[in-house]
Each structure stands twice: as structure tokens, then as C-alpha cells.
């Protein structure tokens, strides 16, 4: 495999250990593994998400792809270099956005931030000013572009932070949540943004914890828990992985265990998952082929006069929640 | 769910802050930083005026120059520390959600500042012990206790001083231009160095602003004569000058807190 | 965008007037900045001078120049530093180690501002502690002296590079420089000359530039200075070399501090 048709992202064995020291004359060490043996493949120029629980390991790894942090074990490899060891030949190919209220020079404008790493990630000079009102016109900052960042909202801030990390045309982008903070309209134009960079060819690699935002861009996606992937492929494999892509929904004040038996035992179901929300209780079958119907649940549960009953497509978080709690379990 | 508009009880905000606002002032209680304010600073700010001493040819005044920046060392955790943990608030983004809770504010001031009270106790301590062992002053064991309680009272109105500080420091973007003119002025105003009297009138009424002036004076008497009705009197200055600094600390924080969110300057650092 | 289109990567010069670039303009937002580095100057070298008063007339020369290099120490050493410990509370430490360019170059910039502000912050000293002090100092050769007070501010500066990086190494290195402040004050002989320190102390004062080129300034400045007794060419050079190794050192300190940040994942604390 040449480096030009290397993956964009590839890990193998992936593992990162955080020490934390307390204690001044018997220092108490504490060791987290953030994350344990990651292996990863994502191919050049697409959108790839990565979705997990606070605490699963994202922006670790995010780190350590984009050269913050160094992994302890394992390797990690970005459009065919080694993350460890080439650094100074990913950096200026590496766009990075953490997002967040910190990360930005306050006292300062948005345009002086911006033309300050423009120099740090040696944007041409003569295409500068350019480049900066572009990307400014692409978050919708222009009107504020001169006011000091510390007047900013906090979506604001977030529009500053994605606007830098792709001033210097990066071929892969690194986004850490990228939606957090901003408005509905903000959001869609960021998730327009994004769209419109990967088909200029630049690979994104995406963390969030908004379902639909994945779903809605990510052809493939991992499901990181507890510092490993738990699952990673297409939306519509996900689904058939968790047990199909058709999810029936029934309600009703509650349901012996003869009638839980009788509705795992209907062809198709994959899986029964029992919730309850006060006196009401709720049953989630996840259903995988077209053959069983709503009828066929409503007549197991006959008995229930105060019974309703849907369907609906799988979603996404749905699939998320089975993986993490499965994970979890 | 509410809780009915209970509120934690003076002394549980009290205690709170007093164990929990220092820790949070990063390194403030990481017990080797602390060390190092109790046992490196008082010694090598020492050791700078008696060279300087030296090299005028003052060698006598070693001694009485060692004792003042002994005493002088107070201002590091007293003032200047209390005064920067507005900034840390700030620079956090907790001091909003400080504002916002119903707490009692005189306890949550002044529980700040019993953890700086001891430390700056520590370091006064151990800076006259370097005074005696290194730079030839004379402590006569009779009057330690004199000594003791001159250096408590002093801790304690300049813990006052630097709350005091800290309320103005709540309006202010900063607290470090504020920190640091008081962390210093003391040496020049308050007859660490030399006796106040060799100053200018003017200086001298500045310098008699400072409770370290009366604290100083009350520690400089109490070595050299133990307890004495002159001392009395100077330690009733130290306490009025604590008390007024206390008193000007809540009234000040009121003040600023008011102003500071008038402004929206709380948020700003 | 192209990916894969010609890299410019970075320029070592650039980036460096980038980050000179920026302190600017973040010191225009707000110079009260300058301050803090102003205040103990100011008071010591009064201090001293009162400490000095009758003792003879080139005391007072001691004074002046002693308030006036902790002044440029505080801009340049401890300003060099402090920039970093603001990029850690900022949250903007980690989005300028990922760019392409080595945070020296950023150090580098922000020195050369804080030379700049030093020189600013060293001369309203001079002139605050010789308002209070009523007459200026008798410098022999004045022309001499301004460029050789010049060179002390340089050998500050390569200092602070080095210093800049404790800074990225740990977030407390603001806390252990203020509890080794006087200790360097003391070390190297920023009041007084460094013979009246323990002679076993010497050696550590000579590790620093700073020490070498006051030492020469004084030379200049104050007749029949004695001094370390090697003499003013002897100073001069000591200086010039111990500035060199400090900045041949700093880029492969700086390289050694990133990688170690890296791998113990620690950048992002403040």
C-alpha cells in the first residue's frame, strides 16, 4: 500500500494510560486507562463519527490522532504517518477544533485570532486576508469580526474555533463536537460546512453526542465505551447489529412474564427491552424482518385493554443505547 | 425539587469556604508550594536586605532588618494569596455561581481566610526563627509568648487586609496590580527596612493605613520588652486595624459584588 | 481546497513576528500589564537607596541599577513565562503546540516583546527611584552604559526562553518561580555584587547570563568597582558564552518539554 492510498486514519492496538499523582511524602498514584487497544480504519475523504458516553475515551483519542498526546501503547497512523514520530509532517495537514469556551485569545479580536495561527500554520501571506474574510463569511462572523472574542456568545466562540481549525485547508479535520452551544440554524449551516468540505476531498473525523447530527452525516460510525470500540460500521449495519432495523413500541400498566416470553418467542424479534415511567410500563422489541407486524404483538397482549402500539425505524440512539448499556452490563 | 428557601447555616458556609475556597486556588494548598512560602521565601527575602545592608556598610542593621522582612512575609499568604482567589473565580467562571447562591456572605468572605490566618502564622514564625539563627537577632525566650501573640494579631488583620483587597479585586479585571503593590509597599511604608520615622509625614500616614505598620511595631516591642502597657496599646491598634479591615472587607464586597454585576466585570479576567 | 496541495508548513520567522504580533496587541488591549513588573522594582530600589543614604555616591548608582534590571527581569524573565501560564488558563496552549510551527518560535516572538516592554518597564524605574533619589546617577561613559544595559535586557531574554519552558512543562511553574523569585534576586546579584554572597554560591550565580553582564555594567558604571576580579573583558565574554548555550539549549529543551507534555497529556491543565 502506497501512503497515498493509505487509510486517512488507522490505529492498531491503540492503548493510553492517564497517571495522577496525589500525596506530597507518600505520593498515591492512580492509573486510568483512557483507552485499550483501539483498532481503527477510516478511508480518505469521508465523514467518520464517533459516538460514546462522557468519559469513553473521544477526546483522547481525538488527541492523540491529531498529535496532543501520545499514545502509550500501540499504533497510530494519520493519512499513512505515524502519530508518535512525524509531527512535523502531519501537523500543518491536521485541522483541529476542541470547541469550548477556552482556546482563544479573549482580549482580542476574532480576525487578529484568526491571523495569528494563520501565520502559525503558515497560510500564504499574500492569500491571508483572504482566506480569513472566507472563512469568517462561512461561519457568519463577519459583523463581529472586530470585536474582542471576550464579547463573543459562546456559539460565537465555537464558530471562531471552526474557522480556525479549517483556515489552513486541512486534509483531515479533526471535530470534537463541533454543534455544541450553537443555535438550530447555526448547527444546520456548521453540518452544511462540513458537508461541503468533505466534498473538496478532506476527511472528517467527528465526535458528538447528538444522534441525529451522525446519523445525518456519518456514513460509518464506532461506538467507543469504556476505552474501546464496541461497535463500528454503517448506520444501517449498527441497526441490524443491535437486532434490526424495525423497533415496535407497546405501553401499557404493566406485563407478567408469560407475555415477555410469548413476545420474544415471535419470529423476528432480536430483543425485548422492558422500561417503565411511573405506573406506565413500556416494552421496545427490536424486530428483524418485515414479517412480523403490530398485530401480531397486539395479539400476544390481548388482554390489555389499555394497550397501545407503534412502530417506528430504529434510530440511531437507539442502537447507541443498546451498545453502551450492553457495554456497560 | 426545591428545598424551600433553606440557606447552609453561617457556620457550615463558614467552614466550607475555609477548607474548600483554598483548595481550589490552584497550588495554594499543595502542601509543597506551601513549604516553600513557609521556608524558602521569609529566607531569601531576608537574606536580600541584610546584602544590601552589607554592602552600605550597615551591618548593624541586619538584625532589625531581618526581623522586619521576617514579619513582612505575612503579605505573601495573607494578602496576596487571599486577593488572588477572586481572580481564580474568575478565570474558573465560579464566581458567578458563588454570587448567585443565597450564602451568607460574611461567612463565605471571611471563612477564606482562616487557612492563609495559619499559614501566615507558619511563615512569620519561621522567618524569625532564621532572623535569630542567622542574622544575629536576639529573641529572649521570656518574651516569646508576647512575641506569639503579637504575631497572631498581626496575621489576623492582615488576613482582614487582603479580603478587604479581594472585594476591590472583585470589580477590578484583575486582583494582580492590586496583589502586588500591597504585597510590596509594606517593605517601604510600614518600617520593615528602616523605622517609619525616617520617612516623609506624608509616607508615614500612609504607612499607619497598613495594619502591618502596628503589627510590625507590636512584634519589633513585644521582642524587645516583652509585655509592656506600650505594647498593650499597640495591640489594641492591631485589633482596631483588624476589625476595621474585616468590617471594610463585607462592606466592600457588597459593594463590588453589586457593582461587579451592574458591570458584568464578574465574568471578565 | 485541495488536499494534498503544496504544504508551506511554517516560517521560524514569521511565526515568530506573529506571537511578537500578538503580545503587542494583547498588551494594548490591556497595559496595565506592565505594572505589576513596575511595583517591587520600584520599592526596592527605594528601599535600598534609603538602606544606601550616606554610605558614598556610587551607591546610589547601585540602587538605580538594581531596581532598574528587576524591573526588566520581572518584563522579560518572568513575562516570557507568565505569556505561557496565560496560554494554559486561555485553553489556547494546545491549539498552538498542535500548529505546525515549535513553540519556540512563539516564545521567541513574545521575548522580543517583553525586550521591548522591559526596556519600557526598566527605564520608568530608573527614572522613578532617580526622581526620589534627586540627582542621577555619574556615569562615566553614558554611551557605554546604554548599550551595555541594552545587552543585560539581551542575556534576560535568552533566559527567559529557557525559563518558558517550565511553563509548558507544568502549570505551577508560575508558583515555583514566585517562591524562587528572591532567590534568583539574591543568586544573581541583581543589588549587590555576588563576591558578598558565600563563596560556594558563586558557582550556581555564574550559570546565569544575567550575572556575568550586570557584573560588567557595574564595571562601566561605577569607578574603582572591584567586583568579581577577573575584570570587565572577562564579564563580557562569560556573558556572551553563557547567553549562547542558553539559546543553543532552548530549542532542544523546548523539543524535549513538548514531547514530554505529550506523552504525560498534561498541556491541557491549568
Redesign the interface.
Known amino acids: 500500500m502506497t501512503l497515498?492510498s493509505s487509510p486517512a486514519i488507522e490505529t492498531r492496538g491503540l492503548t493510553?494510560l492517564?497517571?495522577s499523582r496525589k500525596g506530597?511524602l507518600f505520593r498515591e498514584i492512580t492509573r486510568t486507562e483512557a483507552l485499550r487497544g483501539i483498532d481503527l480504519e477510516v478511508e480518505r475523504?469521508a465523514i467518520f463519527g464517533l459516538l460514546g458516553p462522557n468519559g469513553a475515551g473521544k477526546t483522547?483519542l481525538t488527541?492523540i490522532l491529531?498529535?496532543?498526546?501520545?499514545p502509550s501503547a500501540g499504533v497510530a497512523r494519520v493519512l499513512g504517518h505515524d502519530v508518535s514520530r512525524e509531527t512535523?509532517w502531519l501537523?500543518?495537514?491536521?485541522g483541529?477544533v476542541?470547541g469550548?469556551?477556552?482556546?482563544?485569545?479573549?482580549?482580542?479580536s476574532g480576525r487578529?485570532n484568526l491571523?495569528?495561527?494563520a501565520?502559525?500554520?503558515?497560510?500564504?501571506?499574500g492569500e491571508r486576508e483572504r482566506r480569513i474574510d472566507e472563512m469568517l463569511e462561512r461561519v457568519d462572523l463577519v459583523e463581529s469580526a472586530d470585536r474582542?472574542v471576550?464579547e463573543y456568545s459562546r456559539g460565537m466562540k465555537q464558530k471562531l474555533h471552526l474557522a480556525?481549525g479549517?483556515l489552513h485547508?486541512?486534509?483531515?479535520l479533526f471535530l470534537d463536537e463541533p454543534t455544541i452551544g450553537l443555535d438550530p440554524k447555526s448547527a444546520r449551516e456548521t453540518r452544511k460546512l462540513i458537508r461541503s468540505?468533505v466534498s473538496?476531498?478532506?476527511?472528517i473525523f467527528l465526535t458528538t453526542h447528538y444522534m441525529f447530527e451522525a446519523e445525518e452525516l456519518c456514513p460509518r460510525i464506532a461506538v467507543l465505551s469504556k476505552g474501546r470500540i464496541v461497535a463500528m460500521d454503517s448506520v444501517d449495519a449498527l441497526r441490524r447489529l443491535v437486532g434490526g432495523d424495525r423497533t415496535l413500541e407497546a405501553e401499557a400498566y404493566g406485563f407478567d412474564d408469560r407475555e415477555l416470553e410469548a413476545l420474544r418467542a415471535l419470529p423476528g424479534v432480536s430483543k425485548v427491552v422492558t422500561e417503565e415511567f411511573g405506573p406506565v410500563m413500556r416494552l421496545t422489541l427490536r424486530v428483524r424482518t418485515g414479517d412480523l407486524g403490530l398485530e401480531e404483538v397486539r395479539s400476544v397482549l390481548a388482554g390489555r385493554p389499555e394497550l397501545s402500539l407503534r412502530e417506528r425505524r430504529t434510530s440511531l440512539e437507539d442502537v447507541y443505547l443498546d451498545l453502551v448499556e450492553e457495554e456497560a452490563r | 425539587m426545591t428545598e424551600n428557601g433553606t440557606r447552609a447555616s453561617f457556620l457550615r458556609t463558614f467552614w466550607t469556604n475555609a477548607v474548600f475556597a483554598p483548595r481550589t486556588s490552584l497550588g495554594f494548598m499543595r502542601i509543597d508550594f506551601v513549604l516553600g512560602t513557609v521556608f524558602v521565601v521569609p529566607l531569601t527575602q531576608m537574606a536580600f536586605f541584610a546584602l544590601v545592608d552589607q554592602l552600605g556598610g550597615m551591618t548593624n542593621q541586619i538584625a532589625f532588618t531581618a526581623i522586619g522582612n521576617a514579619v513582612a512575609t505575612v503579605t505573601y499568604s495573607s494578602v496576596f494569596s487571599v486577593c488572588q482567589t477572586t481572580d481564580h473565580e474568575k478565570e474558573y467562571g465560579t464566581m458567578e455561581h458563588l454570587l448567585v447562591s443565597p450564602a451568607n456572605r460574611a461567612a463565605l468572605y471571611v471563612g477564606r481566610g482562616l487557612i492563609p490566618i495559619l499559614i501566615s502564622l507558619a511563615t512569620v514564625t519561621v522567618g524569625l526563627v532564621y532572623a535569630a539563627l542567622f542574622f544575629g537577632a536576639v529573641i529572649p525566650p521570656a518574651h516569646l509568648l508576647a512575641v506569639a501573640a503579637s504575631v497572631t494579631l498581626t496575621a489576623f488583620a492582615m488576613v482582614g487586609f487582603g479580603l478587604l483587597l479581594g472585594g476591590v479585586a472583585l470589580y477590578l479585571r484583575t486582583s494582580i496590580i492590586l496583589g502586588n503593590i500591597f504585597l510590596f509597599v509594606g517593605l517601604l511604608l510600614s518600617g520593615v527596612n528602616f523605622p517609619v520615622s525616617a520617612l516623609p509625614v506624608p509616607l508615614q500616614v500612609l504607612g499607619e493605613a497598613i495594619p502591618l505598620t502596628w503589627g510590625l511595631a507590636a512584634i519589633r516591642s513585644a521582642i524587645t520588652g516583652g509585655v509592656t502597657p506600650a505594647l498593650w496599646w499597640l495591640w489594641a491598634a492591631v485589633a482596631v486595624a483588624a476589625a476595621i479591615s474585616f468590617a471594610a472587607a463585607l462592606g466592600l464586597w457588597k459593594v463590588f459584588e453589586r457593582r461587579a454585576l451592574a458591570t458584568g466585570s464578574i465574568a471578565r479576567f | 481546497m485541495r488536499p494534498g496541495a503544496k504544504r508551506t508548513g511554517f516560517s521560524a520567522r514569521r511565526s515568530t513576528l506573529a506571537a511578537l504580533r500578538l503580545s503587542v496587541l494583547q498588551f494594548m488591549a490591556d497595559p496595565q500589564w506592565l505594572v505589576p513588573s513596575m511595583i517591587a522594582p520600584v520599592i526596592f530600589g527605594i528601599v535600598s537607596f534609603e538602606l544606601f543614604r550616606g554610605a558614598g555616591r556610587y551607591y546610589l548608582t547601585y540602587a538605580i541599577l538594581g531596581a532598574g534590571m528587576m524591573s526588566m527581569w520581572g518584563q522579560t524573565l518572568y513575562g516570557s513565562g507568565w505569556a505561557t501560564g496565560q496560554d494554559r488558563n486561555f485553553g489556547t496552549l494546545e491549539p498552538t503546540i498542535q500548529a505546525p510551527t515549535p513553540y519556540v518560535y512563539v516564545v521567541l516572538g513574545r521575548v522580543l516583546w517583553n525586550v521591548v516592554s522591559g526596556l519600557l518597564g526598566g527605564l520608568i524605574v530608573f527614572g522613578v527611584v532617580v526622581a526620589f533619589a534627586g540627582s542621577p546617577p555619574t556615569v562615566p561613559n553614558p554611551l557605554l552604559f546604554a548599550v551595555l544595559f541594552v545587552f543585560v535586557l539581551l542575556t534576560l531574554a535568552a533566559v527567559g526562553v529557557v525559563f518558558a519552558a517550565f511553563y509548558v512543562y507544568t502549570r505551577y511553574a508560575g508558583f515555583i518561580q514566585n517562591i524562587g523569585e528572591f532567590a534568583f534576586y539574591v543568586g544573581t546579584g541583581c543589588m549587590f555584587p555576588i563576591v558578598l554572597l558565600p563563596f560556594w554560591s558563586n558557582p550556581a550565580s555564574l550559570l546565569f547570563p544575567p550575572t556575568w553582564a550586570l557584573d560588567a555594567l557595574r564595571f562601566e558604571a561605577i569607578p574603582g568597582y572591584a567586583g568579581l576580579s577577573w575584570g570587565f573583558g572577562w564579564d563580557l565574554l562569560g556573558a556572551v558564552a553563557t547567553t549562547a548555550i542558553y539559546l543553543a539549549i532552548a530549542g532542544a529543551v523546548f523539543h524535549r518539554v513538548e514531547r514530554h507534555v505529550l506523552e504525560t497529556g498534561h498541556l491541557s491543565e491549568y
Open positions: 497515498a493510553r492517564f497517571e506530597f475523504g483522547t488527541k491529531s498529535t496532543l498526546l501520545l512535523a501537523r500543518p495537514r491536521i483541529l476542541l469550548g469556551e477556552r482556546g482563544l485569545y479573549n482580549r482580542i487578529e491571523r495569528y495561527f501565520d502559525l500554520y503558515g497560510v500564504p501571506l474582542r471576550e480556525r479549517v485547508r486541512p486534509e483531515i468540505l473538496d476531498g478532506v476527511t
